[in-house]
C-alpha cells in the first residue's frame, strides 16, 4: 500500500497521560498536515510541515500538542496531559508542493478517545 | 481568515435523484477543494478545481470565482454515494480550510 498510513487506528487513554500518533505519508510527498476533526465538524487544521520544517501552526495546537518530523519523512503528532477535549480524529494528510496547491491525500485517521 | 460555508448541512435523496451541495467562501482564492469522507474517516479527494466545470462519472464539480461559490453535483444518486461531502479552500501558507460539511443519505 503506498497511501498514506497512520497508526494506530484508535487510541483510548486515562485523562492527564501522553500519547504519540505517528504519520507515515506517501514517500514522495514532501508536505505534510496533521488535521483534527470532531464528531459533526470538518477536520480544522493543527500544523503542516514542508520536508523536516514545520512551516506553520494553529491556534488549536497548545502547548501540550508537540509535532516532529525529523527526517522529513514520518511525522510524529504527542498530546502531553490528554484531556476528555482532546477526544478526536487525527488526520494526517501529504501533498506534493509546489507553488500551487496541489491534491491532499488522507491517511485513515488516529480516534482518540480519552476517558 | 477565510470562512467556509456549506449548504445543506443534511441532505436525503431518493436513488436516481439529481443532487446539488453548495459551498460558498469569503476570500479569494486559487483553488477550492472538493472531499468525501466515508463513516470510519477515510477522506478521498474528488476534485480541485480553480475555475468553470469538471467532471468525474457521475460527479460534476463548478465554481464561480467572482460569486466564491461552487457546487456539487451528483447525476442518478446511488446509495454508494452515502457520505460526507466537504468543501476545502486553501488558508495562509498553504494549508486548507474545510467547511462543516454535508451529510448525504441516498435511500433505495
Known amino acids: 500500500d503506498t497511501g498514506v498510513s497512520q497508526d494506530p487506528r484508535h487510541k483510548i487513554t486515562k485523562r492527564g497521560q501522553n500519547v504519540t500518533f505517528r504519520c507515515d505519508p506517501i514517500?514522495?510527498?514532501?508536505?505534510l498536515y496533521w488535521y483534527r476533526q470532531t464528531l459533526g465538524q470538518g477536520p480544522e487544521f493543527l500544523t503542516y510541515?514542508?520536508?523536516?520544517?514545520?512551516?506553520?501552526k494553529s491556534r488549536l495546537l497548545s502547548d501540550r500538542f508537540s509535532a516532529e518530523r525529523p527526517k522529513g519523512s514520518f511525522s510524529t503528532l504527542e498530546i502531553q496531559r490528554t484531556e476528555q477535549g482532546d477526544s478526536a480524529m487525527y488526520l494526517c494528510?501529504?501533498?506534493?508542493?509546489?507553488?500551487?496547491?496541489?491534491?491532499?491525500?488522507f491517511g485513515s485517521g488516529t480516534q482518540l478517545s480519552v476517558l | 481568515k477565510n470562512e467556509v460555508e456549506q449548504s445543506p448541512q443534511n441532505l436525503t435523496a431518493q436513488e436516481g435523484k439529481f443532487i446539488t451541495i453548495n459551498c460558498s467562501y469569503s476570500?479569494?482564492?486559487?483553488?477550492l477543494h472538493w472531499l468525501q469522507q466515508h463513516p470510519g474517516g477515510g477522506i478521498v479527494s474528488l476534485f480541485m478545481?480553480?475555475?468553470g466545470k469538471k467532471k468525474h462519472g457521475r460527479l460534476i464539480a463548478t465554481i464561480n470565482i467572482q460569486e466564491k461559490h461552487s457546487s456539487l453535483h451528483i447525476t442518478a444518486s446511488h446509495p454508494r454515494d452515502s457520505a460526507v461531502y466537504i468543501c476545502?479552500?486553501?488558508?495562509?501558507?498553504?494549508?486548507?480550510?474545510f467547511g462543516k460539511g454535508t451529510k448525504l443519505s441516498v435511500k433505495p
Open positions: 494528510a501529504s501533498s506534493s508542493s509546489g507553488r500551487l496547491m496541489k491534491r491532499l491525500f
Open positions: 514517500s514522495e510527498h514532501n508536505r
Open positions: 510541515f514542508q520536508n523536516e520544517a514545520q512551516l506553520e
Open positions: 476570500v479569494g482564492i486559487s483553488a
Open positions: 478545481l480553480s475555475s
Open positions: 476545502a479552500v486553501p488558508g495562509s501558507q498553504g494549508n486548507l480550510i
